[in-house]
């Protein structure tokens, strides 16, 4: 209704307090503690008794073809006001999935991930953390959100290395940086330099270049993050003039994702505002957004930093301990995500194929693909919408193949999808490649399907 007799500031404030009180008292299903109790027998907080039977479909696994489950990340906490008030809302997608399953009996898994980090799952089923009792999962880090939030994008990663960032801000400047390398896909491409009086490239052979963000290259830079160590003093300037220089280059060739770039800075404090290297290379277009981290709980040199990410359509973050680096990293991806939710991009975006031992078939386990969507809150009370989050469904290869009209191929014709990026898709002498101990490992108990991706 309108809000009369200047009480706007009050109504937000009742609303406000509303929210923050009723939210805890919420209740849903948690994939990890359902069917849980406590000692004396009683059903756990967000557990209770929730019916498990096998489904042949499923490849017998026992699951609940009415409800969905909710997976939260072990890092967060699942009865946050945030988490909570998103599970209540996206409730609504229990009947949409079974709707869906009803019409379609060979869809299998149909989920939501959130952007604030939850993952509604159905058919509900049971997880299971590992040894230490942490499930890692976040669905923000997986291919198929990455791909249907984001655009395409070049990245480059400055790491501040000088005298200041010694022990334990060296550690979570790591940290960081290996999740920033989480969030990037094959459709981006990155490179990391560190600078201290002199700019150093973490991999020497990639100088002045991008290389797309795939497993393997990820990987790489990661074994080169420990190499890494603190001294001299640290001169922002001199990296983001090579940070541009490398975008600019890199961009005007028609190379890398020709679309969104970005610099990250990961230091912990920056002297001056470097207003000169972004008048150079940045204004008025500022077509790269500038994403600072700030290390460490002094807050100094905070101002100059937040001028940076404000003035470059970026996003400022202050990291004071490891256990605040993937949340903080997450950030970035609602920014990121503003030109779709923006022009209301609803793209449908598919991955390479992945061996899921989940879904496993009489000849071993299946190769799956995975189909995702953006979806975006277009609320009047927001400017242009924001990012809700990602949903997704997984398709078995061979029902691909089924809709091929073999008759029209020939004797001697046989058909084959690749992704944009070079990666099979399906083709007839495709074959998943595992190791056999892990599957028998594997089956003596549940991993969700989204953890065991490759």
Same mark, same amino acid.
């Given at each position: 209704?309108?809000?009369? &007799?200047?009480?706007?500031?009050?109504?937000?404030?009742?609303?406000? &307090?509303?929210? !923050?009180?009723?939210?805890?008292?919420?209740?849903?299903?948690?994939?990890?503690? !359902? &069917?849980?109790?406590?000692?004396?027998?009683?059903?756990?907080?967000?557990?209770?008794?929730?019916?498990?039977?096998?489904?042949? @479909?499923?490849?017998?696994?026992?699951?609940?073809?009415s409800l969905s489950v909710v997976q939260v990340p072990t890092n967060m906490y699942n009865k946050d006001p945030a988490i909570v008030n998103?599970?209540?809302?996206?409730?609504?997608?229990?009947?949409?999935?079974?709707?869906?399953?009803?019409?379609?009996?060979?869809?299998?898994?149909?989920?939501?991930?959130?952007?604030?980090?939850?993952?509604?799952?159905?058919?509900?089923?049971?997880?299971?953390?590992d040894e230490h009792g942490v499930i890692a999962f976040d669905c923000r880090n997986r291919k198929w959100y990455i791909q249907a939030a984001?655009?395409?994008?070049?990245? #480059?990663?400055?790491?501040?290395?000088?005298?200041?960032?010694?022990?334990?801000?060296?550690?979570?400047?790591?940290?960081?940086?290996?999740?920033?390398? /989480?969030?990037?896909?094959?459709?981006?491409?990155?490179?990391?330099?560190?600078?201290?009086?002199?700019?150093?490239?973490?991999?020497?052979?990639?100088?002045?270049?991008?290389? *797309?963000? %795939?497993?393997?290259?990820?990987? @790489?830079? *990661?074994?080169?993050? %420990?190499?890494?160590?603190?001294?001299? !003093?640290?001169? +922002?300037?001199?990296?983001?003039?090579?940070?541009? =220089?490398?975008?600019?280059?890199?961009?005007?060739?028609?190379?890398?994702? #020709?679309?969104?770039?970005?610099?990250?800075?990961?230091?912990?404090?920056?002297?001056?505002?470097?207003? /000169?290297?972004?008048?150079?290379?940045?204004?008025?277009?500022?077509?790269?957004?500038?994403?600072?981290? +700030?290390?460490? *709980?002094? =807050?100094?040199?905070?101002?100059?930093?937040?001028?940076?990410?404000?003035?470059?359509?970026?996003?400022?973050?202050?990291?004071?301990?490891?256990?605040?680096?993937?949340?903080? #990293?997450?950030?970035?991806?609602?920014?990121?995500?503003?030109?779709?939710?923006?022009?209301?991009?609803?793209?449908?975006?598919?991955?390479?194929?992945?061996?899921?031992?989940?879904?496993?078939?009489?000849?071993?386990?299946?190769?799956?693909?995975?189909?995702?969507?953006?979806?975006?809150?277009?609320?009047?009370?927001?400017? =242009?919408g924001i990012l809700l989050g990602v949903v997704g469904t997984d398709i078995p290869l061979q029902e691909l193949m089924k809709i091929i009209?073999?008759?029209?191929?020939?004797? @001697?014709?046989?058909?084959?999808?690749?992704?944009?990026?070079?990666?099979?898709?399906?083709?007839?002498?495709?074959?998943?490649?595992?190791?056999?101990?892990?599957? &028998?490992?594997?089956? @003596?108990?549940? #991993?969700?399907?989204?953890?065991?991706?490759?």
């Amino acid at each position: 209704g309108e809000v009369q &007799n200047g009480s706007f500031d009050k109504y937000l404030l009742m609303n406000a &307090n509303i929210l !923050i009180i009723a939210s805890p008292q919420y209740e849903y299903f948690n994939a990890v503690l !359902i &069917n849980e109790v406590d000692e004396e027998g009683n059903n756990v907080e967000l557990g209770g008794e929730f019916i498990l039977e096998p489904n042949e @479909h499923f490849n017998n696994l026992s699951v609940n073809l009415s409800l969905s489950v909710v997976q939260v990340p072990t890092n967060m906490y699942n009865k946050d006001p945030a988490i909570v008030n998103g599970v209540y809302w996206s409730e609504a997608l229990n009947k949409v999935f079974v709707d869906n399953y009803e019409k379609d009996p060979s869809l299998i898994w149909q989920y939501f991930g959130s952007a604030k980090g939850f993952f509604r799952q159905y058919p509900g089923v049971k997880w299971h953390p590992d040894e230490h009792g942490v499930i890692a999962f976040d669905c923000r880090n997986r291919k198929w959100y990455i791909q249907a939030a984001t655009s395409p994008k070049d990245v #480059v990663i400055l790491v501040d290395v000088s005298g200041s960032m010694k022990g334990l801000r060296l550690t979570i400047a790591r940290q960081t940086v290996s999740s920033i390398l /989480d969030t990037l896909g094959d459709d981006d491409f990155f490179n990391i330099i560190a600078y201290n009086q002199e700019i150093h490239y973490v991999e020497p052979c990639l100088n002045g270049t991008l290389v *797309r963000a %795939d497993k393997n290259n990820k990987a @790489h830079f *990661r074994e080169h993050l %420990d190499k890494l160590f603190a001294k001299g !003093i640290g001169l +922002l300037g001199d990296a983001l003039t090579e940070a541009f =220089s490398i975008l600019n280059e890199f961009n005007q060739t028609g190379h890398g994702s #020709v679309c969104s770039q970005a610099i990250m800075l990961v230091t912990d404090g920056a002297t001056q505002m470097y207003d /000169d290297v972004f008048a150079k290379f940045n204004w008025p277009d500022r077509k790269v957004r500038i994403f600072p981290y +700030l290390i460490g *709980r002094e =807050s100094a040199f905070a101002d100059n930093m937040k001028w940076m990410a404000c003035a470059n359509k970026g996003y400022f973050s202050q990291i004071s301990t490891l256990a605040d680096v993937q949340e903080n #990293v997450m950030r970035y991806l609602h920014v990121m995500s503003r030109p779709k939710v923006i022009d209301h991009e609803h793209d449908t975006v598919w991955t390479e194929a992945y061996v899921d031992s989940t879904s496993r078939n009489k000849k071993g386990p299946s190769l799956m693909t995975t189909v995702a969507m953006p979806v975006f809150s277009t609320k009047n009370e927001t400017v =242009s919408g924001i990012l809700l989050g990602v949903v997704g469904t997984d398709i078995p290869l061979q029902e691909l193949m089924k809709i091929i009209p073999k008759h029209l191929l020939g004797i @001697h014709g046989y058909a084959f999808a690749i992704t944009n990026n070079g990666y099979i898709l399906t083709h007839p002498d495709l074959r998943p490649l595992v190791i056999l101990l892990i599957l &028998n490992t594997l089956t @003596h108990y549940y #991993v969700p399907k989204a953890q065991l991706q490759q």
